[in-house]
């Protein structure tokens, strides 16, 4: 089969959505199954794909990708092309999205079971895996910036889910408004760089940058603006306020958009565009420095969350950071590879704690939780084997692509850009711990909710088994022997690189300080909350009281946007408010009215209907026109 | 030969007899009257230039005969309102017919 076919990818869950839509609530069970076939299709169909893009794919040659498209519109000369541009890193996104799909779609049917607007869940959520799989093969910032949109339009939806809580509407509020602020530069890019370029296609784009053909000033404002979209897709500081929010909406939904696929948009721009970034001025440097941030940041309050969706949420966003940082080193390759066993992990944990929600009737603080892995034997297992992922032990998956970065980081930056990436790990370590040590383990904390806890169907576990093992081996890709027995030309770097193939090969002198700092992580979390016991926990919090209190309230991000919102938003609103009501509405519309009704009610008593005034106001009319005549006459 | 003037002047005073009966009487039969004699008027001053200006001598004449035609119809047609006027309030005073207004 052609790649060029991959549209087909898209286009299968876009006709279920509106299958589903219209026709879902009138179905047996809400037409579930067809959500699960239609993602199911898609994924087989990457399948089928896949091979024929790898013989079309040769290294050697410098044949990276495939494109096709067609013909759009013209204006006078300005001819606008539609079409899909498949290389190495769309295809990663193809099997990252379509995994996680097929499995947050499988996993929903045992979580939304009984839900209200059942068949609308997975409608959505159809519409979703047709935007983002468009949106990672789309060859123009249009179709890309559209698809751009509308997952952030699904993402609305599924949050704001249970609109019946108020909580729930405010989060999909802020999270579509947040991410608009970013979404408004990246417009505001892709026009700077349609004005420079005359041309939406990314690697016309790509290849006029690389020329010289964009002058600096624009080149920066068009690669500013487009980070900025990025950003906020991505949650990067000071845009990720929304994602511990959405954490409002239904659990899969929060491990296939939240986690897996949607925030990773920004990671993908980047990726994309990266050519064109790595030739404006620091442009690398601001993407590395807020990745840092970020990374660091977030892994600072994720320590004093005791919600296990609000833990996850932040770590989902420290390890964004480091997939900004792996471009900000400039190697897709690392960020790529981050990314996708990124989401596999992410996605299995979200997933286990969708499990364990469900399995202890809807509680998801850790304060009434421990213990249950003995009552919860596979979500307990494979949620144990994430931790350990997320927290980078090796061999399991998130240890070799955090190789890579670190590897990347070091070569780009030097030792502290090392050292930082070091520490976001590190931290990582902790808080994973702690979470599963307060959920899982020691005695529980709420016996009645113990009592109650049983383990999840296996409609539900199924999935996360899947995703554990997914979550054990991906990283293995990176080994060349391993890449070429699936059949692709060698490891992950010798198919996802921005300018030259490198065989992976492990740096001890990388790879040991990178396993001793994540089993830092590991034995210090391990070491504080042993047993689910919070006294050393506690005592490290009574020591430093103001860094506590500084983390549990997340730096006081949302208390300084509400301050800045309610004195500069909502002070010029009544300003122009002000304006509206007293000068446009009063002086501008009522008051020409008003004249018009004032000089018609004088002005009508001129009409007075009697025949001879009329009469004598024609006879006078004439005479004094005669006369003007003679005047001016002289 | 009479001068031109003499006819100018009769036809000026015709027109002001004309105008004053259309501004001063009440009944619409004296003011459509009035109206016709201002008309005249304005034909003689046609017929009268014709004579005397335009080598021609025809040009003047035929519009007095539109003129005539004119008036002939607007006369029928005043006539008919003028006898709905009366069929309805059973006057020809046109102050009585005055609610066309505000």
Redesign the interface.
């Known amino acids: 089969m052609n790649p060029e076919y991959s549209w087909l990818l898209a286009a299968i869950p876009a006709a279920m959505f509106f299958v589903i839509a219209f026709a879902g609530r009138y179905l047996p069970r809400g037409g579930d199954y067809l959500g699960v076939a239609a993602t199911g299709a898609s994924f087989v169909l990457f399948f089928a794909l896949l091979p024929d893009f790898l013989d079309v794919f040769d290294a050697e040659a410098h044949v990276l990708a495939v494109a096709g498209s067609i013909e759009w519109s013209t204006i006078g000369d300005f001819e606008l092309r539609m079409g899909v541009f498949v290389d190495p890193v769309t295809v990663v996104m193809f099997a990252v999205v379509t995994t996680v799909a097929l499995m947050v779609n499988i996993f929903s049917i045992g979580y939304m079971k009984g839900e209200p607007r059942y068949y609308w869940f997975f409608a959505v959520l159809q519409l979703f895996v047709a935007s983002m799989l468009m949106l990672v093969m789309a060859d123009n910032l249009l179709l890309l910036y559209i698809s751009w949109e509308l997952v952030g339009v699904c993402s609305f939806l599924l949050i704001g889910f249970y609109w019946e809580k108020r909580s729930a509407t405010e989060a999909a509020k802020k999270a579509f408004i947040t991410t608009r602020v970013g979404d408004v530069g990246l417009l505001i890019g892709i026009l700077v760089f349609w004005k420079e370029t005359n041309t939406f296609n990314i690697q016309e784009i790509i290849h006029m940058a690389e020329g010289g053909q964009i002058s600096e000033t624009y080149l920066f404002v068009g690669s500013i603006c487009m980070f900025l979209g990025a950003m906020g897709k991505s949650a990067q500081v000071p845009f990720h306020v929304w994602l511990p929010d959405a954490m409002e909406g239904p659990t899969p939904v929060s491990a296939l958009i939240h986690a897996a696929t949607m925030v990773v948009a920004g990671v993908y721009l980047t990726a994309r565009m990266l050519p064109v970034f790595a030739v404006a001025d620091h442009m690398l440097l601001i993407i590395t420095i807020v990745g840092l941030t970020t990374a660091l940041l977030t892994s600072a309050i994720a320590f004093a969350q005791t919600d296990i969706k609000k833990v996850l949420a932040y770590s989902t966003v420290g390890k964004l950071g480091l997939m900004f940082v792996a471009l900000g080193s400039g190697s897709v390759t690392a960020a790529m590879f981050l990314l996708m066993t990124h989401a596999f992990v992410k996605a299995l944990l979200f997933l286990g704690s969708g499990s364990v929600i469900l399995g202890t009737h809807h509680n998801q603080e850790m304060d009434k939780l421990g213990g249950i892995w003995k009552k919860m034997p596979i979500t307990g297992t494979t949620f144990f084997v994430a931790t350990l992922a997320l927290a980078g032990l090796p061999p399991l998956a998130m240890f070799w692509s955090e190789d890579e970065l670190f590897a990347a980081a070091k070569d780009e930056w030097g030792l502290w850009a090392l050292a930082l990436a070091m520490l976001a790990v590190f931290a990582t370590g902790i808080f994973m711990v702690r979470l599963f040590i307060r959920t899982f383990t020691g005695q529980p904390r709420d016996p009645h909710v113990y009592e109650h806890t049983r383990e999840t169907p296996a409609v539900m576990t199924g999935p996360l088994v899947f995703l554990c093992v997914l979550s054990v081996l991906s990283g293995l890709v990176v080994f060349h022997g391993v890449g070429t027995a699936l059949g692709f030309p060698g490891g992950i770097s010798e198919f996802v690189f921005q300018h030259e193939p490198h065989r992976y090969e492990i740096d001890w002198a990388l790879a040991i300080p990178s396993v001793l700092v994540a089993l830092a992580g590991v034995a210090i979390g391990a070491f504080v909350y042993w047993g689910n016991d919070l006294r050393r926990s506690t005592a490290l919090a009574n020591a430093q009281p103001r860094a506590y209190d500084l983390i549990r309230n997340k730096f006081y991000f949302d208390e300084a946007y509400q301050y800045v919102i309610d004195r500069g938003v909502l002070g010029f609103s009544y300003l122009t408010s002000w304006f509206d009501r007293y000068v446009v509405n009063d002086t501008g519309v009522n008051g020409s009215a008003e004249v018009t009704g004032y000089a018609g009610s004088v002005l009508k008593l001129f009409q007075t209907g009697r025949l001879p005034n009329y009469a004598m106001a024609i006879a006078v009319g004439v005479i004094g026109l005669a006369l003007a005549g003679l005047w001016l006459r002289g | 030969m009479v001068p031109l003037e003499n006819y100018l002047v009769l036809s000026a005073i015709l027109f002001s007899l004309g ?1 004053y009966g ?2 001063a009487r ?1 009944n619409a039969v004296l ?1 459509l009257m009035s109206v016709e004699l201002m008309l005249n008027a304005v034909s003689l001053n046609f017929v009268a230039f014709a004579a005397y200006l335009d080598p021609d001598k025809i040009t003047g004449a035929i519009f007095a005969i539109f003129v005539i035609t004119v008036a002939a119809a607007e006369v029928g047609l005043a006539l008919a309102i003028v006898i709905r006027l009366f069929r309805n309030r059973a006057t020809s005073n ?2 009585e ?6």
């Open positions: 105008v259309v501004l009440r003011i046109v102050d017919a005055a609610t066309m207004k505000w």
